[in-house]
């Protein structure tokens, strides 16, 4: 490695694109970000990441998770249209 290094022809860049996704800035209380990184310690998961799918969920992006119930449901209304 060297100890110095010549970035006098270096550009600056955009970082590189997230399909998907945009970068803002936004102002959110303290305590929000608290109960968000605590839940990330619990998880593994980003704080930003949980902050975006609670704010995914609540507009109605979210898909509606698999459960026991769901496919029961599903099963019946399939047999009763086809039965």
Do not use: C, W
């Amino acid at each position: 490695m060297k100890k110095v290094y010549d970035f006098s022809k270096g550009k600056r860049a955009a970082v590189i694109p997230t399909t998907g996704k945009t970068r803002i800035t936004i102002y959110v209380d303290d305590a929000v970000i608290k109960r968000f990184k605590a839940e990330s310690e619990k998880t593994g998961k980003g704080y930003q990441t949980l902050i975006n799918e609670a704010l995914k969920s609540y507009v109605g992006l979210t898909e509606q998770p698999i459960t026991k119930e769901l496919v029961r449901k599903i099963v019946r209304e399939e047999l009763a249209a086809h039965g």
